[in-house]
Structures are given as structure tokens and as C-alpha cells.
């Protein structure tokens, strides 16, 4: 499963709930750059490699820094 509308749900609760901008633009970035990296689920992949759940949340984690 890709969780990354999951990941990108939560950047804009802290934007629209909380008013935490920063933080979701950070978490927005991450998404993005996982992805762009090469990083995606098979739903994203479009038959080249795809990764896991778990692999995908921890690039996403990784981009954050």
C-alpha cells in the first residue's frame, strides 16, 4: 500500500487545523522528493521497480531529514 495520501493527509491537518504551515510544507517536500527519487509503491511505479509500504514511509522519512 502507498502511504503517501496518508503522509500528505496529515501535512494538511497541521496546515489547515493547526496553522503549522512549516511542518507541512517540510512533509509535502519529503513526499515529493521520495518520489522523484525513484522511490515508489507499485500503484506509482508504471511497471519499473516498486517498494513496500515500510520502504516508502522510511524514504519519506529519510527526505526530511
Known amino acids: ?3 503517501c495520501a496518508y ?3 496529515l501535512a494538511l491537518m497541521l496546515r489547515y487545523s493547526f496553522g503549522l ?6 512533509i ?3 513526499v515529493k522528493q521520495a ?5 515508489r509503491t507499485g ?3 508504471f511497471g ?8 516508502m514511509a522510511d524514504a519519506v522519512i529519510a527526505c526530511l531529514g
Open 21 to 26: 504551515d512549516a511542518i507541512a510544507t517540510r
Open 43 to 45: 500503484d506509482l511505479a
Open 7 to 9: 503522509v500528505l493527509s
Open 35 to 39: 518520489v522523484t527519487r525513484g522511490t
Open 28 to 30: 509535502e517536500v519529503a
Open 1 to 3: 500500500a502507498n502511504p
Open 48 to 55: 519499473k521497480p516498486s517498494v513496500g509500504t515500510k520502504a
